[in-house]
């Protein structure tokens, strides 16, 4: 998580937000598409040092997309100022 914290870091409050709207719009996606997301077990996996392989997996599959999508708004926003 790391990389993700740099990231957080240099990023404007304005691309954080974009990226979150993206994200939000990913997991919208998935729920019209296969249901509701069982969010209340993923919380607490956050909050805890505490968890099994399958679980440690998730974390660094969502973490890789935070990353990407956070790189994609960096990028547009370069490609605009640019």
């Known amino acids: 998580m790391i990389l993700v914290d740099q990231l957080v870091e240099v990023t404007e409050k304005e691309d954080i937000a974009e990226c979150a709207r993206l994200l939000a719009m990913n997991v919208a996606h998935y729920k019209r598409r296969y249901g509701e997301l069982p969010l209340e077990d993923h919380l607490s996996m956050i909050v805890t040092d505490d968890i099994n ?15 990407g999508m956070l790189g994609t708004v960096i990028e547009d926003v370069e490609k605009v100022e640019h």
């Open 53 to 67: 392989d399958e679980q440690a997996e998730l974390v660094i599959d969502g973490m890789e997309t935070l990353v």
